[in-house]
């Protein structure tokens, strides 16, 4: 069965696959691991029609600055031209389709296809074709620039759609958009900055990631050598499984939070009851030298990030300290980036110890990533067998009720967000609204 790949055309290929039975309340069917058909589907039904995380504001600084991305297949250029505006660009030449940029980040004053030399400017309109006389005299240049998404930012966050139609970013992210809030306060009053990233791949759905984001109930398990590594506070401050302030929150649209240190969710409320961890008191010692001691204390209760886990649909995590964003290759293998965090403008004895909790963690040599990307691999290899067996994500239902906002409630260990995952998918599959 094969599938269009433009994004702008409605997709009936799958027209007469009932989506809707393949996922219920409590469980998934296996299916949605390993069927190359239904990948093809979601490419088209979730990736190219709703809102996907492109980049951090940080990572496209100034007037030029560019990055490049991948939204399902299409590669694209996110940029921000002279007027400060953010551009979201196909990057494929109008002519004759290669791509117009290859070099992964840096600045540029617009875009030129290497086969025949069409430029284009940084919003994407097309500058210039060379010996134009070979053309008939009704080509306009105007009608001819590079493909545009539709592109929206929230706190720094940049989000793109190959759907002209798609709902505004605000009313996608929804109840989500306090927890980005929460989130960015680790600045500890300095704004965000990425700092650097570590890619990788493994052997497993997308949806297998997507899921893991507000799984705490693998934490102690998976991580367990990543536990008996770090000092006895951060241990001790990352046991929540028996903590009954560690929730998790279906915030709706796909979007979840897992509440892993509850005294750490707002990082502006501080009661002076929390000891600061002696691993960090060279950076009390050298921050103290200029900075008043509560602003001290602000910075280093922020070191290890936010409390919580934030899941995005369908595509970036905000955890705790840093952005994991998913990019699906093929039915079963994804890409994954870790991007770490640091306080843009912020004391670099800081910035550089976050990048060292970071490299034990999501490093290409520490505790968590390849703990986590092994796990991954043998969900994949593990649902090939009894394809007839669903994937069960039933944990909590039973206790799950409605906080005051009215946001499903369950304990951090349970799978609310990955049946709130689960429920935008079957929504987004099935064109349910």
Partial sequence: MTTSLDPTTPDTTFADTNFADLVTDDRVDGSLYTDPDMFEAELERIFYRTWVWVAHESEIPEAGSYKMATIGRQPVIVNRDRKGSFNVLLNRCRHRGASVCEVPKGKANGFTCPYHS???????????????????ED???????????????????????????????????????????????????????????????????????????????HFPIVHRSWMSSVDAETADMLSFMTDDNAVTHALGNGHSVAIMVPEHVDLDYDDGTEKIQARFDHIVEELSKTMPADKVRRI?????????????????????????????????????????????????????????????????????????????????????????????????????????????????????????????????????H
């Fill in 118 to 136: 069409w430029s284009y400017a940084l919003d994407g309109r097309l500058r210039g074709i060379p010996y134009p006389d070979g053309y008939d």
């Fill in 300 to 432: 280093v209760r922020s070191m290890h990030g936010a409390g919580f886990n934030l899941n995005i649909f369908p595509n970036v995590a905000m955890s705790m300290s840093f952005f994991r964003v998913l990019r699906p290759i093929s039915v079963d293998e994804t890409e994954i980036r870790h991007i770490a965090l640091g306080m843009d403008g912020g004391p670099e004895i800081v910035n550089r110890e976050r990048l060292r909790i970071h490299e034990h963690f999501q490093g290409p040599f520490g505790f968590g990533s390849p703990d986590d990307s092994e796990a991954w691999d043998r969900v994949q290899r593990g649902s090939r067998g009894a394809p007839g067996m669903p994937i069960m994500v039933n944990r909590g239902l039973n206790r799950e009720a409605l906080d005051r906002d009215g946001h499903r409630t369950s304990h951090v260990t349970d799978e609310t967000g990955m049946r709130e995952a689960y429920a935008m998918w079957k929504r987004m599959m099935t064109d349910e």
């Fill in 139 to 217: 080509l306009d240049k105007k009608d001819l620039p590079l493909q545009s998404l539709r592109v929206e930012s929230y706190a720094g966050m940049i989000f793109a759609s190959f759907n002209p139609d798609v709902e505004p970013l605000d009313d996608f992210l929804g109840d989500a958009k306090a927890w980005i809030d929460l989130f960015m306060k680790q600045g500890a009053g300095y704004p965000i900055k990425t700092q650097g990233e570590h890619c990788f791949r493994f052997r497993g759905n997308w949806k297998i990631q997507l899921e893991n984001t507000t799984d705490g109930y």
